[in-house]
């Protein structure tokens, strides 16, 4: 008689089976219907092949299309699929890693002399779709690590070896499926009849492991689906997310521009750019004074000192760009990579009583880290990039309701600035890999409970992920979901008892006894330009009036009326409105259309009658004409809008 064993479902439900039963097989006796849509199963907390047997009494969930997990098992299965299609049509290929992203995959490939050309593309996904229909199982082995190194010599596939060099024996696996065999970790779906739609997306280059003195291999993205229509309305997303790409928006509204002469990475702000910039940073700064933030300014560059005593240059030296000598011996200088070794100086350049704490430094501090040329992307991967940055250095009873104070304002900039829908990340130390951080499992503990219970009392929707936390400590990362239902993370609060170890920084406590602060980091933008891209793309450069560059057009009917608008200018700009004369010498109706390509929200039109009666008539972007307003009415609606936006929520 075979052993039976307990498997524990997600509702809590208790289920009896034979030991060596599949995640399949359970979702078979549960429904017929469910065991179509299976994927994978994830056992004891780790996502496992549906196919896979499960020896031992465990929790089990069954994920599908409708799971993250699901999804990231399909594009991981895609991967393989495309390889084998590769394979097939270009023998000899070679492969690197082809893992899921968050939408799709990607395979790292290395063609040896052919080029692959974009109109290949379709060739590729015919061959894939082909080989899904012939229902291949996708079937794991455990394989010892000689046979492993022999197999990939045979092939002579270096970069699978390089993989294997890495690999202890006992843990390797290979996956097969046709007639295609790859070293992988899994899971994977039960077989490739699911994928039914498929789409190459892009070609581009990258380096073996990231380093530039390697060889540049093709990756290749992709997106496949279970359905074909959800691959139709994918592509119709995609068209739209063109029409949004914050590099097209920003260089029609005139906001940004790069320079190769200035360097890759290194945005350029046009002035209506600058104007932009400006008004988050007088709204930020506005509500960082009502919370109680003092405003500093540091240095462009740091002594390479600073970074070794933070621990950021060991950790993120690579990172940077290189240090800068002087003529003193010894001398080194980097451009700053970050700010908050700076704020721990500023903090310690007198003594501190607890009756001072919390203090709170905030600082727009511009800082540069070298990405490579290949990862650069419009404003959301550059350089030289500015972060809203503060450093909050309290008690440690403090710590919870300061963190609860800084979740207020994220939330409070989310809201005015039109992000309803997001969840906040609890990104916590990995427990199994300690010694990729720096600081005492109590000092760890203590920072990962302030979090979760701040996040809990807030009623935060929450994931936890292990292993996210940064090297100093635990964090809270906000994804947010923009118009087109892609995940940002914007803002970040992390609980550090690292740095002020660190730099010694110290307080007199009421026992008269010296104390370490703790240090709280937090960047509700994160960085000024990748903030400004996400909220591009997010409302396709239809700003919220308080942060529109241009808020106003003000349109004669002819030079006759310029004098008129002029004046007119003069007064809405002493009254905060923003904007120009368009005294062009085109019919009226072509400087409204032009004005409402160029996204202005508000459309003033002067002529004859608005300036003998000191009137205008006013048109609205996307609403039409709102009829004929005295200016000092103008100015009190306009100011209403804005008041109405920003203080609705504080």
Known sequence: MSKQIKITLPDGSVREYEKGTTGLQIAASISEGLARNVLAAKVNGQVWDATRPIQEDSTLQLLTWNDGEGKNTFWHSSAHLMAEALEELYPGTKFGIGPPIETGFYYDVDFGDHKLEGEELEK?????????????????????????????QEKGDEYKLDLLEGLEDGSITFYEQGNFTDLCRGPHIPNTGFIKAVKLTNIAGAYWRGDEKRKMLTRIYGVTFPKAQELKDYLTLLEEAKKRDHRKIGRELELFTFSEKVGMGLPLWLPKGTLLRERLISFMKKAQDKSGYQQVTTPHIGSKVLYETSGHYEKYGKDSFQPI??????????????????HCEIYKHKPRSYKDLPIRYAEFGTVYRYEQSGELHGLTRVRGFTQDDAHIFCRPDQVKEEFIKVIDLVLYVFKALGFQDYTAQISLRDPENKQKYIGTDEAWEKAEAAIIEAAAEKGLETVTELGEAAFYGPKLDFMVKDALGRKWQLGTIQVDYQLPERFQLEYIGSDNQKHRPVMIHRAPFGSLERFVAVLIEHCAGDFPLWLAPEQINILPISEKYIGYAEELKGILEDAGITGNIDNRDEKIGRKIRD????????????????????????????EGDLGSFSIEDFIKYFQGIISESLNKEE
């Open 595 to 622: 004005a409402e390509v160029k996204k202005v929200p508000f459309m003033l039109i002067v002529g004859e009658k608005e300036q003998e009666e000191r009137k205008i008539s006013i048109r609205k972007r996307g």
């Open 124 to 152: 590729i996904e015919q061959k894939m779709i082909e080989l899904a229909k012939q229902k291949s199982e996708y079937i794991r082995k455990e394989v010892s690590k000689a046979d492993a190194l022999a197999y990939f």
């Open 325 to 342: 000598t002087t003529p003193h011996e010894g001398e080194a200088f980097l451009l700053k990579p970050m700010n908050c070794p700076h």
